[in-house]
């Protein structure tokens, strides 16, 4: 009895210990803003804004497709393994050959380049984007709100294509639109990639917010899923004074009491979670086992880029299988039961394609996998940024497939004003790409709490809380 009272309290001294260790705020940690990344030291700005186009040379496609036509055999899945091996190679050989055969790089080239672009140079960087403005009537009164629009990986601006009409067409009952800047991180397809080391999620928040500020957007909202969820929360730490709101598809707390709590939860569920989403964290055996099986790519990224990178420039067939297993799993998990890993239910093969274009004709795969190996190392962990609260306005859209879950109650003690949580009916982790009407709907109900809280502002005098 004695021994077991003995435990109980140590355990007890242990979790309190742990708690008090955490409990302190840090600071906000201070990121230079003027950091150069590109090549040279040279502090000279540029601020031209050029105007952009996608155009690859031929010669890229002509050896893009020299080297699919020499792809070698691959190996014969395991039988009835469907995905869960990672990529099925005999429904991989058919997206191949269409890939050599069918798909027309001109005319998708010419559907990527329908919407504005234009390159500006940040913090030593050309940073590529998308900057599409709303057609309002001239003496409307319908309010132009600007949105940075973010994507993670293996994504990119092909991620946006059809969620950024629903975004820049007014509509009949909300007297505001938005007009949309949708750039490619950097070290993503058409932005340059850093030539030193240090450049992870949290700097890439100040050049983001850089270049807003280049456009002339000193306040603004932002919209972002996988990394874009990251670097635009951080946006709410590092400039709660530059960011209207925040609206996340992949919510998340990496803070240390996130992990408590989530163990907690285990033994006394009604702590952090409802009976209702139970089953989306436990039991923690099931889940913790499910992300080890599909965060492979993370250790690789995360510790050695580089050596994943020269198999994925090399080859063709190696970068179409790495990316598209996650576009399979990642958008619904019980698509990896299937043979063609039903890759074509949520979008068509165009599109992905167009997707993994973008990475093989900017030569990028590699460096946008730094940015894992940036974001999980002793510098970036020291910053803590991760553990301080976010008091922005901020909103939650919960996709059912999206790949890890939280509850409501740990999110909040990192998103201190979740102002906005939905769970919807459908889709998963690339939501812009596969369900752009959920996410823009949400989206523009988010803003619209927002925008409705300023009007009541203006007319009485007085702020009201969200």
């Given at each position: 009895?004695?021994?077991?009272?003995?435990?109980?309290?140590?355990?007890?001294?242990?979790?309190?210990?742990?708690?008090?260790?955490?409990?302190?705020?840090?600071?906000?940690?201070?990121?230079?803003?003027?950091?150069?990344?590109?090549?040279?030291?040279?502090?000279?700005?540029?601020?031209?804004?050029?105007?952009?186009?996608?155009?690859?040379?031929?010669?890229?496609?002509?050896?893009?497709?020299?080297?699919?036509?020499?792809?070698?055999?691959?190996?014969?899945?395991?039988?009835?393994?469907?995905?869960?091996?990672?990529?099925?190679?005999?429904?991989?050989?058919?997206?191949?050959?269409?890939?050599?055969?069918?798909?027309?790089?001109?005319?998708?080239?010419?559907?990527?380049?329908?919407?504005?672009?234009?390159?500006?140079?940040?913090?030593?960087?050309?940073?590529?984007?998308?900057?599409?403005?709303?057609?309002?009537?001239?003496?409307?009164?319908?309010?132009?709100?600007?949105?940075?629009?973010?994507?993670?990986?293996?994504?990119?601006?092909?991620?946006?294509?059809?969620?950024?009409?629903?975004?820049?067409?007014?509509?009949?009952?909300?007297?505001?639109?938005?007009?949309?800047?949708?750039?490619?991180?950097?070290?993503?397809?058409?932005?340059?990639?850093?030539?030193?080391?240090?450049?992870?999620?949290?700097?890439?928040?100040?050049?983001?917010?850089?270049?807003?500020?280049?456009?002339?957007?000193?306040?603004?909202?932002?919209?972002?899923?996988?990394?874009?969820?990251?670097?635009?929360?951080?946006?709410?730490?590092?400039?709660?004074?530059?960011?209207?709101?925040?609206?996340?598809?992949?919510?998340?707390?990496?803070?240390?009491?996130?992990?408590?709590?989530?163990?907690?939860?285990?033994?006394?569920?009604?702590?952090?979670?409802?009976?209702?989403?139970?089953?989306?964290?436990?039991?923690?055996?099931?889940?913790?086992?499910?992300?080890?099986?599909?965060?492979?790519?993370?250790?690789?990224?995360?510790?050695?880029?580089?050596?994943?990178?020269?198999?994925?420039?090399?080859?063709?067939?190696?970068?179409?299988?790495?990316?598209?297993?996650?576009?399979?799993?990642?958008?619904?998990?019980?698509?990896?039961?299937?043979?063609?890993?039903?890759?074509?239910?949520?979008?068509?093969?165009?599109?992905?394609?167009?997707?993994?274009?973008?990475?093989?004709?900017?030569?990028?795969?590699?460096?946008?996998?730094?940015?894992?190996?940036?974001?999980?190392?002793?510098?970036?962990?020291?910053?803590?940024?991760?553990?301080?609260?976010?008091?922005?306005?901020?909103?939650?859209?919960?996709?059912?497939?999206?790949?890890?879950?939280?509850?409501?109650?740990?999110?909040?003690?990192?998103?201190?004003?979740?102002?906005?949580?939905?769970?919807?009916?459908?889709?998963?982790?690339?939501?812009?790409?596969?369900e752009p009407q959920l996410l823009a709907d949400d989206f523009w109900s988010f803003v619209g709490l927002i925008e409705k809280k300023e009007k009541t502002t203006q007319k009485t005098g007085k702020s009201s809380e969200l």
């Amino acid at each position: 009895m004695w021994k077991i009272v003995f435990i109980v309290l140590l355990v007890i001294f242990a979790v309190s210990r742990l708690f008090s260790s955490y409990a302190d705020v840090p600071e906000v940690p201070n990121i230079p803003t003027d950091q150069h990344w590109g090549p040279g030291e040279s502090r000279i700005v540029n601020t031209n804004i050029r105007p952009f186009k996608i155009d690859v040379p031929k010669e890229i496609i002509d050896d893009l497709n020299a080297r699919l036509s020499r792809t070698r055999s691959l190996r014969k899945p395991l039988d009835s393994a469907g995905w869960t091996y990672g990529v099925n190679s005999e429904h991989l050989q058919t997206v191949l050959e269409y890939w050599r055969t069918k798909y027309n790089w001109t005319e998708r080239q010419t559907l990527l380049n329908k919407y504005p672009q234009f390159k500006t140079n940040i913090q030593g960087l050309d940073i590529h984007f998308y900057h599409v403005k709303p057609t309002v009537p001239k003496g409307s009164s319908v309010k132009v709100l600007p949105l940075l629009l973010v994507h993670g990986w293996p994504g990119s601006v092909v991620e946006f294509q059809k969620i950024i009409p629903l975004l820049t067409t007014p509509r009949s009952n909300n007297d505001f639109v938005f007009e949309v800047i949708a750039p490619s991180l950097p070290g993503y397809g058409f932005s340059d990639a850093a030539i030193r080391p240090g450049l992870g999620n949290a700097q890439m928040s100040v050049v983001l917010k850089n270049l807003m500020s280049r456009l002339g957007f000193e306040k603004f909202y932002t919209q972002g899923g996988d990394w874009g969820s990251l670097i635009t929360a951080n946006m709410g730490v590092l400039f709660p004074d530059s960011v209207f709101g925040i609206h996340l598809n992949a919510c998340f707390s990496f803070a240390p009491s996130a992990t408590i709590w989530t163990i907690f939860g285990s033994f006394v569920p009604s702590l952090t979670i409802s009976d209702e989403h139970w089953s989306k964290m436990y039991p923690l055996s099931h889940h913790w086992s499910r992300m080890l099986e599909e965060s492979g790519y993370l250790h690789l990224q995360a510790t050695k880029p580089d050596t994943i990178g020269t198999a994925l420039t090399d080859s063709p067939a190696g970068l179409a299988a790495y990316i598209l297993e996650k576009f399979s799993t990642w958008t619904n998990p019980e698509f990896r039961f299937s043979k063609d890993g039903r890759l074509l239910e949520k979008f068509n093969i165009d599109e992905l394609l167009d997707n993994v274009m973008v990475y093989w004709v900017t030569n990028s795969i590699t460096t946008s996998m730094r940015l894992y190996s940036e974001s999980f190392n002793k510098a970036h962990f020291n910053l803590r940024i991760d553990s301080i609260p976010i008091h922005t306005p901020l909103a939650c859209a919960i996709f059912p497939h999206e790949i890890f879950y939280q509850s409501e109650a740990i999110l909040r003690s990192r998103y201190a004003n979740m102002i906005q949580i939905n769970h919807l009916p459908r889709g998963g982790h690339f939501a812009a790409f596969e369900e752009p009407q959920l996410l823009a709907d949400d989206f523009w109900s988010f803003v619209g709490l927002i925008e409705k809280k300023e009007k009541t502002t203006q007319k009485t005098g007085k702020s009201s809380e969200l």
